[in-house]
């Protein structure tokens, strides 16, 4: 069982209970004054963290975002390029093979980013990201 709450940021905070410590008294020290708080199972809780701080709490079950989650993509995914790019350009520089250029990796990356703002499923921001991930780094 778990505590989930709202944060005042609009994030979900996720509390694990120990054992010999009352819930109420747990929640009176870790849930902030006023804050909607639930018991839940473990299920409840997201196991993928791609998307953590798209997290948000909708009744008892936790939801991810969507606009979020483009962000949280798009972040994601520049970070990814820019260290596949200079992957790219060190094993060049030395000489060695690489499977894609620099210009394979740029258009991949412009098409992901771009699909991933249109997309309208978390599900599909995920599979767009996973992809380029998957086929570009090493």
Partial sequence: MKI???????????????SGIPVANLVSEVVPYGAAWDMVEDSVIPTDRTFRNAWEKSGSTIV???VKAKVIAADNLRNCAIRVIDSYDIRNDLGEATAYNKATIVTAYQDCLA????????????TCLNMFKTTYEN
Avoid at 4 to 18: L, M, R
Wanted: charged share 25%.
């Fill in 4 to 18: 989930i709450y709202e944060t005042p940021e609009g994030g979900v905070a996720v509390v694990s209970p120990t």
């Fill in 64 to 66: 991810e975002d969507l």
């Fill in 115 to 126: 699909d991933i703002t249109g997309y309208t499923t978390v599900a599909e921001v995920k």
